[in-house]
């Protein structure tokens, strides 16, 4: 078993991040609550490298079909209404769609990629970053404090939710992640004031 220290979990500032100028305010909510950063760059991302990113089995994908009935019914919307938004009410093929949004979202402008290390480092971040949905995000977590979104929104607006950064939810997730977006790359060794020493 590794030292859990050296737990590592994978995250990117999607490009609404970027774009609203939050790099280093996320950066900086990782790093003060003792989380380190071993890997960091901002970078282009291809429609190729994201469609490998995403889950590609019909479980992840009906997921995100799920999710969106989910919030429809929430709301009093039925299934009537997602026919209508989706042109089908398969939540596989519901979640088909969701996806190929969140490709070409992923590919709309820089993002920055990072591994971030610590003690419980993935859910640490998840918890630090606030659950997907930002409407309901609490404040005191980035997408709470920095974002609104929601998918009844952005069904009708025909993209993805957009909530300012990608996180992987289980430490198995964080290792493909890892290899897929840092697979050749240095991630960098060294110890934090007061973590370490
Ligand atoms: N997403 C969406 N509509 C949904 C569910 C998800 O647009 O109903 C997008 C959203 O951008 C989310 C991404 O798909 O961040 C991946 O979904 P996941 O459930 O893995 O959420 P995350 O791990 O990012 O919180
Ligand atoms: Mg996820």
Do not use: C
Not at 56 to 66: A, F, N, T
Not at 95 to 107: N, T
Not at 128 to 144: C, F, K, L, Q, S
Not at 156 to 161: D, M, N, S, W
Request: charge should be negative.
């Amino acid at each position: 078993m590794i030292h859990p220290k050296e737990e590592k979990t994978f995250v990117m500032v999607k490009p609404d991040g970027v774009r609203k100028g939050l790099v280093g305010e996320i950066i900086k909510r990782f790093e003060q609550r003792d989380l380190k950063i071993v890997a960091l760059e901002m970078f282009q991302a291809t429609r190729d490298q994201i469609d490998n990113h995403y889950p590609k089995d019909e479980k992840w994908i009906r997921r995100l079909g799920e999710k969106t009935l989910g919030t429809y019914e929430k709301y009093g919307r039925t299934v009537v209404d997602l026919e209508k938004d989706f042109g089908s009410s398969d939540l596989l093929e519901v979640g088909k769609q969701v996806r190929g949004w969140l490709v070409e979202f992923m590919i709309s402008a820089p993002m920055v990629r990072m591994v971030v290390q610590g003690v419980h480092s993935v859910d640490m971040v998840r918890k630090i970053v606030g659950p997907t949905m930002p409407y309901m995000a609490d404040m005191g977590t980035i997408r709470g404090d920095f974002s609104v979104d929601s998918p009844l929104m952005a069904n009708v607006e025909r993209r993805p939710v957009q909530n300012l950064i990608h996180a992987s939810e289980t430490p198995e997730e964080a290792m493909h992640e890892i290899e897929h977006w840092f697979g050749t790359k240095t991630i960098y060794q060294y110890k934090r004031f007061g973590i370490d020493e």
